[in-house]
């Protein structure tokens, strides 16, 4: 809960900081937005580690449809209901070890490109392909959601090649 109250805290911080730099005509903006970007990706991964943890911890079982609950493993057989507590997430990927394990694998590399690369050229654009990546192999929903506010984050201002150009 509390990683969640930073990445919104950084979102709007990086909104606001935005504006006012845009308004003085400053080159700042486009790098605090990268570093603002790296910061809330790198999050998104840790999040989806755990994800990739508590399916971890359910050792082999095979899961029916999915979605899922990552923690007790229930499989959810209908659309978002008052069912769905604790950390659902959702997997192409039918046992919950070997999902886990990519979960942890592409968020691991989710943090990875967050830390090194966001300031590349497609660093965005490959930061959202990783996030979506996350999203279906068991990271969770709020982690790919957080990914991709990142890549969107981190294109902006990188003149025709950014996502809000």
Same mark, same amino acid.
């Given at each position: 809960?509390?990683? %969640?109250? %930073?990445?919104? &805290?950084?979102?709007?911080?990086?909104?606001?900081? &935005?504006?006012?730099?845009?308004?003085?005509? $400053?080159?700042?903006?486009?790098?605090?937005?990268?570093?603002?970007?790296?910061?809330?990706?790198?999050? /998104?991964?840790?999040?989806?580690?755990?994800?990739?943890?508590?399916?971890?911890?359910?050792?082999?079982?095979?899961?029916?449809?999915?979605?899922?609950?990552? %923690? $007790?493993?229930?499989?959810?057989?209908?659309? !978002? &209901?008052?069912?769905? &507590?604790?950390? !659902?997430?959702?997997?192409?990927?039918?046992?919950?070890?070997?999902?886990?394990? @990519?979960?942890?694998?592409? $968020?691991?590399?989710?943090?990875?490109?967050? /830390?090194?690369?966001?300031?590349?050229?497609?660093? =965005?654009?490959?930061?959202? @392909?990783? $996030?979506?990546?996350?999203?279906?192999?068991?990271? =969770?929903?709020? !982690? !790919? @959601?957080?990914? %991709?506010? /990142?890549?969107?984050?981190?294109?902006? =201002?990188?003149?025709?090649? =950014?996502? @809000?150009?």
């Amino acid at each position: 809960m509390v990683l %969640i109250l %930073i990445v919104i &805290t950084l979102i709007a911080v990086n909104i606001l900081e &935005t504006v006012w730099l845009r308004l003085r005509h $400053s080159n700042q903006a486009a790098r605090t937005s990268r570093v603002a970007a790296s910061i809330i990706g790198i999050i /998104a991964g840790f999040i989806g580690a755990e994800h990739g943890y508590y399916e971890i911890l359910q050792r082999d079982r095979a899961l029916n449809g999915i979605l899922f609950d990552a %923690i $007790s493993g229930t499989s959810f057989s209908n659309l !978002p &209901t008052s069912q769905w &507590t604790g950390w !659902p997430a959702m997997t192409l990927v039918q046992n919950s070890r070997i999902t886990g394990i @990519l979960a942890i694998l592409v $968020s691991l590399v989710v943090m990875a490109w967050s /830390a090194l690369f966001m300031q590349r050229k497609n660093g =965005g654009r490959t930061l959202g @392909l990783l $996030s979506f990546l996350m999203l279906l192999v068991g990271g =969770g929903f709020i !982690p !790919p @959601l957080f990914g %991709i506010i /990142a890549a969107v984050i981190g294109s902006h =201002g990188k003149g025709k090649q =950014g996502v @809000l150009s």
